[in-house]
């Protein structure tokens, strides 16, 4: 029931409301914590989770900040979760809809948690890539200290013009490179790379939300 009131608020409330659903002090520490087998959640339950999980990491249509739930999203591929086929959201970045209790037995039920990844598309750069690929993250690194430079020196209420012009700008690329950069972090191998990778995603999250705040 509580699944279920839950999807309906996410369907009807606004903004505000769904973007304290997807800060990861929910989504995670709550939300994704009742897959954990001790709990020994009904299949169905936790296909649900998964699907919310998985389509609020996609955005919304509004002004709400995703980035927390994406991080949420990633760290259970990584993990290994496999989520449900996303055959209901082809109508984009909406609220989930609930999956109908009688899916098809092609969803591998009884064994969902953590399961090894299915054998997709994965990326092996080659070390041309993966030079260019450090140019761009070097460039990325670069904008985030610009950012952070232009926050510190600019009070609310007193900015400089060119300054928030140039802010805005930045911002724009930086959410750019932030969705590049989660793409890349599902589909490429090299270990190396992924741990720069998310490095430089959390110093863009924490500009990114300096910004908005």
């Avoid at 919310?52 to 955005?59: C, L």
């Avoid at 969902?112 to 990326?123: E, H, I, K, Q, V």
């Avoid at 989660?182 to 924490?206: A, G």
Wanted: hydrophobic share 35%; aromatic share 6%.
């Amino acid at each position: 029931l509580c699944v279920q009131l839950l999807d309906m608020c996410m369907e009807n409330c606004g903004p505000r409301f769904q973007s304290l659903v997807v800060k990861k002090d929910f989504c995670k520490d709550k939300l994704v914590k009742l897959l954990n087998p001790r709990y020994n959640l009904p299949i169905d339950m936790q296909e649900k989770i998964l699907t919310y999980i998985m389509t609020w990491a996609r955005g919304f249509q509004g002004m709400v900040d995703v980035s927390e739930v994406k991080e949420v999203y990633l760290e259970l591929l990584k993990k290994g979760v496999e989520f449900p086929s996303p055959h209901t959201s082809s109508g984009g970045p909406k609220t989930p809809r609930s999956s109908t209790k009688s899916s098809p037995s092609s969803a591998c039920p009884a064994k969902r948690s953590f399961l090894p990844l299915p054998t997709g598309p994965t990326l092996l750069l080659t070390p041309e890539q993966v030079g260019k690929l450090y140019s761009e993250l070097d460039m990325a690194k670069m904008n985030v200290r610009v950012m952070s430079s232009i926050l510190k020196e600019n009070a609310p209420g007193s900015e400089n013009p060119d300054d928030m012009n140039l802010l805005q700008k930045l911002y724009k690329t930086c959410r750019m490179m932030q969705e590049r950069i989660m793409e890349l972090l599902v589909t490429v191998e090299n270990e190396d790379v992924i741990v720069e990778l998310i490095q430089v995603n959390e110093d863009l999250n924490n500009v990114l939300l300096g910004h908005e705040r």
